[in-house]
């Protein structure tokens, strides 16, 4: 089959590689219909390449039609269009069964004192392959499918995959009151999600982004919009405040996460990633403060006292600098994690309709075929062409 496959820093390619196979009873073969590049792809990309092993197939946000079923799948058969969850669980462990599958005690990755397996996503997940391919191997397809329709095209059900359950845990854990502001930072695919599932839900929110036409995306559905570039970074938190009595936003959505704008010495930490050979790059990644924090230092200063830091952008430095002096003298409560897809899925899946409220059927900018994938992500990673979400369609 054909994938896209991992080869260094900013070198994917669309190989020739082995076709999936059955491997255990509760196994799954899937063909691909849609795969998205996720904003997390774009940290392996760059910056996680130290996890990266040459070859490794990428993608976490997959639909299609089942093509075989081990003996232990008795939910499916093959026909059935499904959506896959980023990560792998088994749904019957003690976290699974408190809805925090990205916490399944059966896919652990132990070796690397981490959570869930992921597909896709570098050796401290799994290292299993990845979804942008022709055909995926499912795990635990006993549990983790989401059965579909037929009929409407994949843009209504693909993004149950991860950015519709990622960006509904951000606004859940956002724990905004009836009435109350949310300030979200980023409007990527996660940050844009959520300010429309925020605004759905009738509260104020205002996004922040550099990106005009990222920008103009949130606007059509209700957001207020900063853009950064007309403010330096020291402005921002007296900006909202101006916004919001005086007293800042109820909560704060960081969607950025480790590849925020400035931190000119975390981005040399970036670069320096890239330049060292890998057990050496991967050892200053497991113990180093690497990321750019401009984000999150930005949401403890917006944030109001007593307010919810809600952190969905994803980092990866182990031994980052807080300002714990500031984030406790405001008492700011912080909540944060890899989404727990599972658990979301029955109050996103009433929203899947024609009336489409959240915009799922036009929210893809690019819808390009596989073979265009390194393209794919040379423009996501660059912000050209107006890039915010692109599904590659194998």
Partial sequence: MRALTWHGPRDVRVDTVPDPTIQEPTDAIVRITSSGICGSDL????????????GDILGHEPMGIVEAVGSGVTNLQPGDRVVMPFQISCGSCLMCDQGLQTQCETTQVRDQGMGAMLYGYTKLYGEVPGAQAEYLRVLHADYNPIKVPEGPPDDRFVYLSDVLPTAWQAVEYADIPDGGTVVVLGAGPIGDMASRIAAHRG????????VPERLDRVRRFGAETIDIREHNSDELGDVIRDLTDGRGPNSVIDAVGME???SPMAK???AMTRMLPGKVAEKMMQTGGVDRLASLHSAVDIVRRGGTISIIGVYGGAADPMPMLTMFDKQVQLRMGQANVRRWVDDILPLLTDEDPLGVDTFASHRMPLEEGPHGYEIFQKKQDEACKIVLQP
């Fill in 268 to 270: 040399a930490a970036h």
């Fill in 203 to 210: 509260h104020r929110v205002i996004t922040v982004d550099l």
């Fill in 260 to 262: 925020a704008h400035g």
């Fill in 43 to 54: 940290h392996l990309y760059e910056v996680l390449g130290p996890f990266m092993g040459e």
